[in-house]
């Protein structure tokens, strides 16, 4: 298939759905605060997933479940306000949209208000299926998420592969169906066999994005505080890291210290 590369001025909902189309892979990371979505942004990453990750990566939590409705509309708006081109999708957190269809549309509404976020992503299929098709009836664009699911993790009761049997994996792919069928625009696939993600990816026409689900999808998704390597705890196996930033970052502070300590920090031409 050729590649046909077009040059998004806004990267929208639409402009996915046209790149799996043209074979285009689709770029995605996580961002959480203005400086690195500027960053993220400008590199020409083509979708922001302002993730419920934020409540491991930023404030230090086991699991996601702890993050607030409250501190994603946080990271949201300071990430919308750092990005031109990006389309922004942010995370409803755990507590925010399972109890039913009415808090889930109510606590899309207060993201979209109150941070300017263009898409919103909800994890699982049939369960939430009338909560997606009501927040879907606002005019609101829903990615779905399938396979791991992080915020089910004290179900699953540990961050293992998932959809390996049988029964699990046809689940999966009904629910992938399912979500194209009601209108949404995408789906991200965690953590499941390659070649079971290349046939989801093969059997709807929206895009697929994955995370340690190969490279038969329509694009992949990462931490980016995992691909910058700032956190060197971290080291599954489906993780490129692209630079070791943990040890730039404590070499640089630490030589800081040191300048501090032996005065050598400031210097005439530092001063006023
Ligand atoms: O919260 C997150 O960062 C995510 C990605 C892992 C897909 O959902």
Redesign the pocket.
């Known amino acids: 298939m050729s590649v046909a590369k077009k040059d998004y001025k806004r990267v929208t909902t639409k402009s996915l759905i046209e790149m799996k189309a043209h074979g285009e892979k689709i770029s995605m990371l996580?961002a959480y605060d203005f400086t690195m979505a500027k960053i993220v942004d400008t590199a020409g990453v083509d979708v922001i997933?302002v993730?419920?990750?934020?409540s491991n990566v930023m404030a230090g939590h086991e699991t996601?479940l702890p993050i607030t409705l409250d501190q994603m509309i946080y990271h949201a708006s300071s990430v919308v306000r750092a990005t031109n081109r990006a389309l922004v999708v942010v995370?409803l957190p755990f507590g925010s949209y399972q109890s039913d269809p009415k808090e889930a549309l109510r606590s899309s509404i207060r993201i979209m208000k109150e941070s300017g976020a263009h898409a919103l992503?909800l994890e699982g299929g049939s369960e939430i299926k009338d909560s997606i098709k009501k927040i879907l009836n606002a005019g609101i664009p829903v990615m779905g998420?399938l396979g791991l699911t992080?915020q089910s993790i004290y179900k699953f009761g540990s961050y293992t592969v998932r959809a390996k049997e049988e029964e699990e994996a046809d689940k999966l792919i009904e629910d992938a169906k399912m979500l194209e069928r009601v209108g949404c625009f995408g789906v991200?696939l965690?953590k499941i066999p390659a070649k079971l993600a290349q046939k989801v990816a093969e059997s709807i026409s929206i895009p697929v994005i994955g995370?340690g689900a190969g490279g038969g999808v329509d694009g992949q998704?990462l931490?980016i505080h995992d691909m910058l390597g700032m956190n060197n705890e971290f080291s599954p196996r489906f993780l490129r890291r692209y630079m070791n930033l943990y040890e730039g970052m404590t070499t640089a502070i630490g030589k800081y210290v040191e300048d501090v300590k032996s005065k050598d920090f400031p210097n005439e031409k530092e001063q006023y």
């Open positions: 996580t997933l993730g419920d990750s934020a996601t995370d992503k998420h992080p991200v965690e995370i998704v931490v």
